[in-house]
């Protein structure tokens, strides 16, 4: 079955950026869509289609890809940006869709 | 506004039975799959299955075929996840949450439930 590979962990300072990879066999061909899970809150859908944004997610949130690695920036960071974030992809070959291990993001 | 609301927190005994609902208003509920998401505590999100309630179509995802069912009622805009008896290793948050992306085909989930807090203790 299709995995996607990400950090555990990505530590940041306040004002800073952070980037959160995802790895995966083949994701060049696939759209990554990222999560991100507060705690005790849903999931929130964060960026979709490798690197757009549903409305309302702010401009310090983006997406991109290359090779085998999608990343997740998180620039100027913020005290409210600690929490869980997933990339997902839809494996066409199985039609399953698939999360990545998860990366907890601690603002120092 | 899209909103997906899901049933409370259920407390249960091992053997027992559980149905959770997914209630979807603010969108044509019956044209839109909705997927179901597991988080067991303290770990990540699991994709369960996938129905679509125009027609009950359903998919599943092999680690928990045949270990729950997931159903539709199309009339009352609701989908269903249930156990015929359920095990500790059930307990978890469940999600249910509408699959978007059908202009590249790249599909993803744009609207979850608030989840559903399943406990199984004897």
């Known amino acids: 079955s299709y995995v996607l590979t990400q950090p555990p962990s990505v530590s940041v300072a306040p004002g800073k950026t952070a980037r959160i990879t995802c790895g995966g066999n083949n994701i060049g061909t696939k759209g990554v869509h990222w999560y991100q899970q507060r705690p005790g809150q849903a999931p929130v859908l964060l960026v979709y289609?490798?690197?757009d944004r549903p409305s309302g997610i702010p401009e310090r949130f983006s997406g991109s890809k290359s090779g085998n690695m999608a990343t997740l920036t998180i620039s100027r960071v913020e005290a409210e940006d600690e929490a869980d974030y997933y990339c997902q992809v839809w494996d066409g070959s199985s039609d399953h869709y698939v999360f990545g291990t998860g990366t907890k993001v601690t603002v120092l | 506004e899209v909103q997906l609301v899901q049933s409370g927190v259920e407390v249960k005994k091992p053997g027992e039975s559980l149905k959770i609902s997914c209630k979807g208003s603010g969108y044509y509920f019956t044209g839109s799959w909705i997927g179901w998401v597991r988080q067991m505590p303290g770990e990540g999100l699991e994709w369960m299955g996938i129905i679509y309630p125009g027609d009950s179509e359903t998919r599943y995802s092999p680690s928990f075929q045949g270990q729950v069912t997931i159903s539709a009622d199309k009339s009352i805009n609701t989908a269903y996840l249930q156990w015929s008896s359920l095990k500790a290793s059930d307990t978890a948050i469940y999600y249910c949450?509408?699959?978007?992306?059908?202009?590249?085909?790249?599909?993803?989930?744009?609207?979850w439930g608030q989840g559903t807090l399943v406990t199984v203790s004897s």
């Open positions: 949450a509408r699959k978007a992306g059908y202009t590249h085909g790249w599909y993803y989930f744009d609207h």
């Open positions: 289609d490798d690197s």
